[in-house]
């Protein structure tokens, strides 16, 4: 953080300049202007998204028997950051660049990060349906998606760590409204449902994989992948998701990564040969996968999660064959879990082999890290638990004795009788209380880059705090909308001025339409109409003068319609022969009955 102006205070860190305001200019609409708020947190210490699996035992002499002194490994340390951006545009007379602003679009992104890997995942999206206040021309790309495209790239290209695995993950399932309470009742806002944002969401990441406007981002990468599954569907329906382009085929899999992305699978003489599907799928805040991991932690016993998993599904094929039957992904309602997996260049040596071994250190998250793990405090446990053991435990009559000896000390200590005149102390304010910012930005567990931190850097309970004054505000009108961006605005910061103005650069192109160069002609589409070519002269002649030519048929052609009385239609049917029009079909007869055919119903006496 050296080198750049900021401001410490007991919660936040301002950062100026920011280099995300370059980024979301080149994508968004030339000479608009937008408001950008970008938050994030230092990263912090959280649970592990998978379960640890059991170490793999020696003890074992028959391959495939399993054993029952099965002891459980270590959980992977982790760490998670924080990232939330919202756009903001002016809801004032377009070209008046007002006070008045309107939030439209907001994203939050976990980050997560091992030694092995780093995840971004997407926790929410959501807008609140007054990006029309832009009067964008039809046809324009959307900004919504632009934005979520070029954040995602932005995070991808500043959490880049040599030789570990990059992995943007997701699940779509659509929702009324996420963060912005209250914006259902806009009509502007468009709602897509489940089908509707699984495509959607599969565009926005197939930008990553394909495409010139990202391509710096992929250059350091030896290979990106997408692999997208919903329960429920099999392959064949679930391609119908996927961008329709040349490359989407080689892009892309109907499937799950879930034995590439763990760092279990990479070292099978620590862990074994077999991974049980427990800890190899991940867990995220309200996630599908998690409420359903969770009860089936809950019905299984300790020992059999160690020895074999779970009891129903032992392979990832049943656990998502199961997952189709569960509340978000039946009844008519689809889930899809996406990923893009970006593989890092393969090593030319040996030498880089602590990616596949995961490390364990016990040091703290405030104390500085070094590269080299501290050994010290395991042979100290290790010597805890051997002094715990009933082998190691002292006799009988020696515990009595040493129990006398310290019941004595007790007696003979006695209590200070304080004296003399009491002196008060001054109150202190406790401003240096707030969270304790990493001082190393980059260690095996995490990558902490200045460019890729918010314009405001928050402490994890600071940051929670913002997000619920933002749940508990209303979007449903636009004077609602404004009044809940000024109060959300000045709140977060403490009133002090956080924004990051940008200036699309981007030039719309739009389809011409022919109605524009016609004025308002009609358009004729008789020439356009393909029709069957008896021979090569017919097809010339018939082209220049195909809109007016009436096809006359022969008269072996035309279907006669038979008539009751032959006599009277003798001479017009060959008068319209002649003249190669059909015969027009007479008007039906009414049949008259006669009295005797009528059968009348009997009166009652």
Same mark, same amino acid.
């Given at each position: 953080?050296?080198?750049?102006?900021?401001?410490?205070?007991?919660?936040?860190v301002v950062i100026n300049p920011h280099p995300l305001v370059a980024e979301l200019?080149?994508?968004?609409?030339?000479?608009?202007?937008?408001?950008?708020?970008?938050?994030?947190?230092?990263?912090?210490?959280?649970?592990?998204?998978?379960?640890?699996?059991?170490?793999?035992?020696?003890?074992?002499?028959?391959?495939?028997?399993?054993?029952?002194?099965?002891?459980?490994?270590?959980?992977?340390?982790?760490?998670?950051?924080?990232?939330?951006?919202?756009?903001?545009?002016?809801?004032?007379?377009?070209?008046?660049?007002?006070?008045?602003?309107?939030?439209?679009?907001?994203?939050?992104?976990?980050?997560?990060?091992?030694?092995?890997?780093?995840?971004?995942?997407?926790?929410?999206?959501?807008?609140?349906?007054?990006?029309?206040?832009?009067?964008?021309?039809?046809?324009?790309?959307?900004?919504?998606?632009?934005?979520?495209?070029?954040?995602?790239?932005?995070?991808?290209?500043?959490?880049?760590?040599?030789?570990?695995?990059?992995?943007?993950?997701?699940?779509?399932?659509?929702?009324?409204?996420?963060?912005?309470?209250?914006?259902?009742?806009?009509?502007?806002?468009?709602?897509?449902?489940?089908?509707?944002?699984?495509?959607?969401?599969?565009?926005?990441?197939?930008?990553?994989?394909?495409?010139?406007?990202?391509?710096?981002?992929?250059?350091?990468?030896?290979?990106?992948?997408?692999?997208?599954?919903?329960?429920?569907?099999?392959?064949?329906?679930?391609?119908?998701?996927?961008?329709?382009?040349?490359?989407?085929?080689?892009?892309?899999?109907?499937?799950?990564?879930?034995?590439?992305?763990?760092?279990?699978?990479?070292?099978?003489?620590?862990?074994?040969?077999?991974?049980?599907?427990?800890?190899?799928?991940?867990?995220?805040?309200?996630?599908?996968?998690?409420?359903?991991?969770?009860?089936?932690?809950?019905?299984?016993?300790?020992?059999?999660?160690?020895?074999?998993?779970?009891?129903?599904?032992?392979?990832?094929?049943?656990?998502?064959?199961?997952?189709?039957?569960?509340?978000?992904?039946?009844?008519?309602?689809?889930?899809?879990?996406?990923?893009?997996?970006?593989?890092?260049?393969?090593?030319?040596?040996?030498?880089?082999?602590?990616?596949?071994v995961i490390p364990t250190p016990n040091a703290s998250f405030s104390a500085p890290?070094?590269?080299?793990?501290?050994?010290?405090?395991?042979?100290?446990?290790?010597?805890?638990?051997?002094?715990?053991?009933?082998?190691?435990?002292?006799?009988?009559? +020696?515990?009595? =004795? !040493?129990?006398?000896?310290?019941?004595? $000390?007790?007696? /003979?200590?006695?209590?200070?009788? *304080?004296? &003399?005149?009491?002196?008060?102390?001054?109150?202190?304010?406790?401003?240096?209380?707030?969270?304790?910012?990493?001082?190393?930005?980059?260690?095996?567990?995490?990558?902490?880059?200045?460019?890729?931190?918010?314009?405001?850097?928050?402490?994890?309970?600071?940051?929670?705090?913002?997000?619920?004054?933002?749940?508990?505000?209303?979007?449903?009108?636009?004077?609602?909308?404004?009044?809940?961006?000024?109060?959300?605005?000045?709140?977060?910061?403490?009133?002090?001025?956080?924004?990051?103005?940008?200036?699309? +650069?981007?030039? =719309? !192109?739009?389809?011409?339409?022919?109605? $524009?160069?016609? /004025?308002?002609?009609?358009?004729? *589409?008789? &020439?356009?109409?393909?029709?069957?070519?008896?021979?090569?002269?017919?097809?010339?002649?018939?082209?220049?003068?195909?809109?007016?030519?009436?096809?006359?048929?022969?008269?072996?052609?035309?279907?006669?319609?038979?008539?009751?009385?032959?006599?009277?239609?003798?001479?017009?049917?060959?008068?319209?022969?002649?003249?190669?029009?059909?015969?027009?079909?007479?008007?039906?007869?009414?049949?008259?009955?006669?009295?005797?055919?009528?059968?009348?119903?009997?009166?009652?006496?």
């Amino acid at each position: 953080m050296s080198g750049q102006s900021q401001a410490r205070d007991s919660d936040s860190v301002v950062i100026n300049p920011h280099p995300l305001v370059a980024e979301l200019a080149k994508v968004l609409p030339k000479d608009r202007r937008f408001i950008a708020y970008h938050l994030s947190t230092p990263p912090i210490t959280t649970e592990p998204l998978c379960h640890p699996p059991a170490y793999n035992s020696t003890s074992n002499s028959t391959p495939g028997t399993p054993s029952k002194d099965k002891r459980p490994s270590k959980p992977l340390k982790t760490y998670c950051e924080k990232h939330f951006l919202a756009i903001s545009i002016d809801a004032g007379k377009e070209g008046a660049h007002s006070d008045k602003q309107v939030l439209v679009l907001a994203l939050e992104i976990y980050i997560y990060t091992t030694s092995f890997s780093t995840i971004i995942f997407v926790s929410k999206a959501d807008s609140t349906g007054y990006l029309n206040l832009l009067d964008l021309p039809k046809g324009s790309p959307s900004p919504i998606r632009e934005v979520t495209a070029c954040f995602l790239a932005f995070l991808a290209a500043n959490r880049r760590r040599p030789a570990k695995q990059l992995v943007v993950n997701l699940f779509a399932r659509s929702q009324s409204q996420y963060l912005f309470p209250g914006s259902v009742k806009n009509n502007g806002k468009h709602i897509l449902d489940d089908r509707g944002l699984v495509k959607w969401w599969c565009r926005v990441l197939n930008s990553l994989l394909e495409g010139d406007e990202y391509s710096d981002v992929r250059k350091p990468w030896d290979g990106i992948h997408g692999y997208l599954i919903v329960p429920g569907l099999d392959n064949y329906e679930t391609r119908a998701f996927l961008p329709r382009t040349g490359t989407a085929a080689a892009n892309w899999t109907l499937g799950h990564p879930l034995e590439k992305i763990s760092p279990y699978t990479k070292d099978p003489s620590t862990y074994g040969q077999i991974i049980h599907p427990r800890s190899l799928i991940p867990t995220y805040p309200d996630d599908p996968k998690a409420r359903f991991i969770e009860e089936l932690e809950e019905s299984t016993p300790e020992k059999a999660k160690l020895l074999s998993g779970w009891r129903s599904p032992k392979t990832l094929d049943q656990f998502w064959e199961m997952m189709s039957f569960r509340q978000e992904c039946s009844s008519g309602r689809l889930t899809g879990f996406i990923w893009v997996v970006f593989e890092p260049p393969k090593p030319g040596s040996p030498a880089i082999s602590s990616t596949t071994v995961i490390p364990t250190p016990n040091a703290s998250f405030s104390a500085p890290t070094d590269d080299t793990t501290p050994a010290t405090p395991r042979p100290s446990r290790r010597h805890n638990n051997s002094l715990m053991t009933p082998a190691a435990s002292p006799p009988k009559s +020696t515990a009595r =004795t !040493t129990k006398k000896r310290s019941r004595k $000390s007790r007696k /003979g200590k006695t209590k200070k009788v *304080l004296k &003399g005149p009491i002196i008060t102390r001054k109150p202190q304010i406790k401003t240096h209380q707030g969270p304790q910012f990493p001082k190393v930005t980059e260690t095996p567990y995490y990558f902490w880059p200045e460019n890729g931190r918010g314009k405001v850097v928050l402490s994890d309970n600071a940051y929670k705090r913002a997000i619920e004054l933002l749940l508990h505000l209303e979007f449903g009108t636009l004077e609602q909308a404004i009044a809940s961006t000024a109060r959300w605005t000045k709140d977060v910061n403490m009133g002090e001025n956080w924004t990051l103005e940008i200036i699309g +650069t981007r030039e =719309t !192109t739009t389809p011409a339409t022919p109605s $524009s160069n016609t /004025g308002g002609a009609v358009n004729n *589409l008789s &020439g356009m109409i393909r029709r069957k070519r008896g021979s090569d002269d017919q097809a010339t002649n018939g082209t220049a003068s195909s809109a007016g030519v009436v096809n006359m048929l022969d008269g072996g052609l035309v279907r006669k319609k038979a008539k009751l009385d032959p006599s009277d239609t003798t001479d017009t049917s060959a008068q319209s022969l002649d003249q190669g029009h059909p015969i027009a079909e007479p008007e039906p007869k009414v049949n008259v009955l006669g009295a005797g055919l009528i059968k009348k119903k009997p009166k009652a006496s």
